[in-house]
Every structure is written in C-alpha cells, then in structure tokens.
C-alpha cells in the first residue's frame, strides 16, 4: 500500500468504527478541504451514500463561494445536511469586532455547535482536524471526549494504544471523533489530487493571492501565492515554512491570554 | 544570615506592607503578628515597570530588566505586532536552574512569568497566563498530585470581572487548593527551595481594593465582610506554615508590589494623540491595534507608564532620527511632569529616562519614557480612547515602593530592599556565590 491507501484506509475504519459504535452520529462540515476529504472519505466508507446527516455550523459570516459550494455538493452527494446557527446571537449583532473575536467564535461557532449537537441528539461528531495543524490539537485523540460544558478533560482521556480506540463515551458528553489526525496538509491535498475531490476555488490563486485556510470573512486573510492549481499548491507547501493558520486572525490560546490581560485591566 | 538547612519562600501577589500592618492592626492577622515579633515585616521596593510579569522576573534572577529583557504583560516587534512575553523571553539564567546545576531541589510553584516551564531538579508549575495546568507543570509525574489537591493556576480573570459573586467563590477555591499542596509540599520535605505564590492576594487587590478601608462609604457590607475573611484565612495559612516549619527551615515572604486605591485610568495613547505627539492611518479595530499608527507618529504607550518613542532604528514606521527623538522625550517628559488630574493635583510622580532605570543587553527594547505615577493613577494605553481620564470596574492599582518583606529571624537592614536582591540572598543562604552579573545583593 502507499502512504495515500494506508491514509484512507485508517480513516475508513475510524469512521465506520464510530458509526457502528454510535450510531447517531454526524459529520461536522465547514466546507473546507479538510472537511471536504473527511466527507469525501466517509462516501467511500459507505458505498457513496452517507448514512448520517452532515451538519454545517452556519455563522452567517462565510464566504459567499463557500454557500454556493455547500448547497452544489449537497444536492449532488444527496446529503442530509442540517445547518445550526446561533440565531439568537447573529439578531444581537454579534460580529468579529476588534478584540471581541473570542467572544464572536464562541457565540457563532461553539454555541451554534451545541444548539445542533442538542437539537439532534448527536452521541458522536466526526470532525476534519489534523495533529500537525496546531500546537494544542496535538494532544487530540482518535476519539476525545468533551464534557457537557464543552469542555476538553486531558485527564478524562482514554489512552489509545496501538489500535485499540476507547469508544466508551458518558452519557452526558459526546465524543469527538478525528478520522483525519494522522494526515499532514501535503497529504490532504495530494490526496484531492488523486481522488479529485472538488474543492472551492478560494484555496486557488486569485491575482497573486490565495487563502490556505478558509473560515469567516473577516477573519480570514489570504497568502501571497502564485499557486492556482493542485500541482502548484503542493509544490508550494514543501517549500513554505509559514504555518497553515497564519492567515487566521488569531489562535484562540493567545486571544484568551489576551482577554486574561485586558480583564486585569493591564491592555 | 545563617545558614539554613532549606528555605521556604511564600510569594503573596500584591500583599503591600501598609495592607498588612493595617490588617494587623485590625486584629485580623494574628499569625502574621506573632511572626513579625519574630523578625521584621519591612517596606520593600518593586521594579519599574511595576506588574508581576516584570516583578517576578527581577525575582527570578535578581537582575535589573535590561538585563533580562522583558518590561511588561505585552510587548510589541518592530512591525507593531503584540505578543505576550513568556518564560522563552526570559534572557537570563534562575535561581531554579542555578540551584538545579549545584544538585539542589527546587520546587518553584505558582511563579509568573515561569511558563513554559524551564528543566529544574525538582518540579516547576508555571503560574499566572499559563494556558493550562498540564502544560505548565514539569515534569508532568507531578500532574495527578496537584489535580489530586485541587490546585489550580488562577481564578478566570474574565468572568471575575464579569461577577464579582463568581469571582469571591472561586477565589477560595483557588485558594484554599493552593493552601493544600503548600501543605502537601511542606510534608513531602524532598526539597531544598520551596518558592510557593499565591495570586490570590493580587487578586483581592485589583477587585475588591475598595474594602479594605473600613471607612469607605455605602461600601457593601456583605464584601467587606469577605475581605476580612479572606485575609483571616491568609492568615490561617501562615500560622500553620508557621507551626510546621523547623528550626533549620528559612521562612521569607515576599509581596511584588503593593496597592493602592485606583482612582482614575490615564490613557496615555489619547494624551499622546491629543498632543499631536500619536496619529492614526486608520480608525483602530481595537484598543491594541497598534498597526493602525501613523509613520507620521513620534511616540506611543504600553502599560503601565511605558512610553516608546517611534525612532527609525527600532521601528518599522519610526521615522525620528537620533537627534529628534532625543528632543520629542525631554519635550514629552516636560508635559508629563506638568500633567494635573481631573481634580488638580500632579498626576505623575516620577518621570524617569530609560538609561536611569536600566542597564544591561536589552537596555535598546526598553521604553523611553517610564511614569511612576501618584497614587490613584492608573496607566492605561488604549487607543480606541476619547478620554484621557475614565474610571472603570477595577479599584486597586500597583504600587513601586510598598511591596513586603520578611526574613524570620532578621530584624534590621542596612538598606532598603529591593526584589532583585532576594536570589543573592537566597544563593546566600545555600552557601553559592551570586553570579557577578546579578544587580541584586543578599540581605
């Protein structure tokens, strides 16, 4: 097998794992390549016929390509996609202002996640994230638990040894489950290389900019690069030593220091 | 001193000598009584700039922050980019690794500014803006025991100032899982430097400064009752330290600044702009956006009291030559030293040129300009700001010249002490030569 196959097969057997263990259970798409690749992923897992809903956490603050993107390859792959928002907090105004960003992520994404999460009774979601992607998502698990508050318990966590994932979950919490953790950003993409995955033309080089990393409008800022097709992309990322999230506005460990600092009153 | 087989340093954030007399006077303290008659509770000097960050730096290497190169809780690069200084900042050697390198064992508990924690013989939790307790505490063995005692870094500054009700409960939480693994720690006895800080003092200080004068009008009863509860069960902890401790064991403790009430926060960013001295290119998104400053610029301010001149040699946008920037500072501190508050009165005590207060390798990312101001005076630098003075949630401020010393069994000094010398004087009592470089001298 090469180093894609055995990528793909890992993935495979995580997802169908958590969805014979789970059972109700969805997949959690921002749209983005990653979670593109897991869906793309969780397709072949199942004969091209995903057997849960899909469930996009709509911030109202996307990209307008990333609408059209959604609502294309929903209709095509016949997805059950649900889309959660934080109504409540987009009719109060909430924005990315200034130094509120924390604030707006955790009213726009976290609450909007929890709101589905109880909405549908989800035990399990299957998330697109990597280790190498951030320094904190290191220590993530294949399966890691989250309490009801949200909450990640370092302590709480079940060792995975060799292959034998902890699927044991309790009844307050649900599990996070990370098919993809094991893949880099060059694997990912030679990946949609060799598959063709679709992906939305934001990650392609537009008059000498591109964005490696897509989110919300105004938190997202694109690279400078030349780089337009999937060749170029990759050839790019093995000589680049700028981090994949440097375009985002900030990681949320710093903004939290950040907030610590100002609520001391010494910002 | 004599030579003391190990020796207990307490750390009380904030805990300023006149909090303590007055407590002590007020019969709430009566530990804290008993010890002063076993040595000298003295007035002691912090450093400038006055906040932990910067305080417990000093501490950690007895040298003045020029030599150490970090002057506050935030810090700017050249392109105006802000960052938070952390351990890896920290360009010095510590008293932990200078004692880990002679087979000492250290363990250094709760300290600011020891994040990411630096390899000691011994253990080391990170205090104050670690991001999370696994993450400060090295090595991570040491983990389960202090989940196990309930300790915990700090309170959630965020939702103390969201709730003050949230913030008086979880701050005897914090508390009292800090007073377990003192006691934890003092029974285990494998060390040799015990350096063990409690936040919490420095928390009381910032948000509940306003009842610790029983005077104060139409102050609620209820928090002043919890003022004086808490310090009653600080006080708890150091008669129990004080019953625990042995003949041969050193006790010192230690506050890094002290406090005073705040009476009004100074944005210096709007003082500066309304003097022509700050533009914008652009309405900042927020208060810290310093990217949004004008090459047109002379000058700009970090708290607390550090002003920076925007010479071409240190900043991309600076555009002062040598000459002009020496001019724009004596000008600035000329209308510093006349600037009066809302109600009169002068509203900086000291203005100080960055050459008379440090010295050493990073003198050059040192602020121009540092403001010791009166009492009451808050610096702040926010520049979304439209007044120069405001009032906020907060009611304590730090002060320079009125942090706590005391060494047990030590009454009399032949100079006023300063927090640098505390690692001389800690090698002292372990018979180690201080490094040459240190600026601190032992007591």
């Known amino acids: ?267 | 001193m004599n030579p003391a087989a190990k020796a207990v340093v307490i750390g009380l954030d904030g805990f300023s000598w006149s909090l303590a007399r007055r407590l002590i006077a007020e019969g709430l303290m009566p530990n804290l009584k008993a010890l002063s008659g076993e040595g000298e509770l003295v007035q002691m000097d912090s450093v400038y700039p006055t906040i932990s960050g910067v305080a417990w730096s000093a501490f950690q290497t007895g040298k003045n922050p020029g030599k150490f190169g970090v002057y506050g809780f935030a810090e700017l690069t050249r392109e105006m980019d802000l960052f938070i200084p952390d351990s890896t900042h920290l360009r010095s050697k510590t008293i932990w690794e200078i004692l880990s390198e002679r087979g000492l064992k250290v363990a250094a508990i709760g300290i600011p500014n020891t994040y990411p924690p630096r390899r000691v013989n011994g253990v080391l939790v990170g205090g104050f803006l670690s991001p999370s307790l696994p993450k400060a505490v090295r090595p991570p063995e040491f983990l389960p025991e202090l989940n196990r005692l309930g300790y915990r870094i700090d309170i959630d500054p965020v939702k103390a100032r969201e709730s003050l009700d949230h913030f008086k409960v979880e701050n005897l939480e914090v508390f009292e899982g800090r007073v377990r693994t003192l006691l934890y720690l003092l029974e285990k006895d494998w060390w040799d430097l015990l350096v063990f800080h409690f936040m919490d003092t420095d928390r009381m200080g910032h948000f509940m400064f306003r009842y610790s004068d029983p005077d104060e009008t139409g102050a609620d009863a209820g928090n002043r009752r919890y003022w004086r509860d808490f310090f009653s069960r600080l006080d708890g902890m150091l008669g129990l330290l004080r019953a625990r401790l042995r003949d041969d064991q050193a006790l010192i403790f230690l506050s890094d600044h002290g406090f005073c009430r705040l009476r009004y926060e100074v944005q210096l960013n709007r003082w500066l702009a309304d003097r022509g001295y700050l533009e914008l290119a652009r309405p900042p998104a927020h208060d810290l956006d310093f990217k949004a400053l004008s090459p047109r610029s002379r000058a700009f301010s970090l708290v607390p009291g550090r002003i920076y001149l925007l010479g071409r040699e240190s900043w991309e946008i600076g555009r002062l030559d040598p000459v002009r920037a020496g001019r724009t500072r004596e000008e600035i501190i000329a209308e510093l030293e006349r600037l009066e508050g809302p109600a009169g009165g002068k509203v900086c005590r000291k203005v100080m040129r960055r050459e008379e207060v440090f010295s050493g390798p990073y003198l050059s990312s040192a602020p121009d300009i540092v403001i010791e101001p009166e009492d009451g005076f808050d610096f702040k630098a926010g520049l979304k700001q439209t007044q120069v003075f405001n009032t906020g949630p907060l009611s304590g401020m730090h002060t320079f010249s009125d942090a706590l010393l005391y060494v047990r069994g030590r009454r009399g000094y032949p100079r006023r002490p300063s927090i640098p010398d505390l690692a001389p004087t800690l090698l002292k009592i372990f018979g180690i030569e201080p490094p040459p470089d240190m600026d601190g001298r032992p007591l």
């Open chain 1, 1 to 267: 097998m090469n180093r894609l196959d055995e990528l793909e097969s890992k993935s495979v057997y995580v997802i169908r794992e958590a969805r014979a263990q789970f059972g109700k259970i969805a997949l959690l798409w921002s749209v983005g390549k990653d979670s593109t690749t897991l869906l793309w992923l969780a397709r072949k897992a199942f004969l091209g016929e995903v057997p849960f809903p899909v469930l996009h956490i709509d911030t109202g603050f996307k990209f307008p390509e990333m609408y059209r993107f959604r609502d294309e390859f929903a209709r095509k792959w016949k997805l059950e996609l649900l889309v959660s928002r934080n109504e409540e907090a987009i009719a109060a105004g909430m924005g990315p202002d200034g130094a509120e960003k924390l604030a707006c992520c955790n009213a726009l994404k976290t609450e909007a996640l929890k709101i589905g999460i109880r909405r549908h009774g989800f035990r399990a979601l299957l998330l697109g994230i990597r280790r190498d992607e951030h320094g904190i998502r290191a220590k993530e698990r294949y399966f890691s638990p989250r309490d009801e508050d949200f909450k990640w318990d370092y302590q709480n966590q079940p060792p995975e040894l060799w292959d034998q994932y902890n699927t044991r979950s309790d009844d307050d919490s649900h599990l996070r489950v990370h098919p993809l953790l094991h893949w880099t950003e060059v694997d990912i993409w030679n990946y949609i290389k060799r598959e063709e995955i679709p992906i939305t033309d934001l990650y392609r080089s537009r008059n000498g900019k591109r964005f490696r990393s897509i989110g919300c409008v105004p938190c997202c800022a694109p690279v400078d690069s030349d780089a337009s097709t999937i060749d170029e992309i990759i050839a790019e990322l093995k000589s680049t030593r700028t981090s994949e999230r440097s375009g985002r506005a900030q990681d949320k460990e710093a903004a939290y220091t950040m907030q610590k600092l100002r609520a001391m009153g010494y910002m």
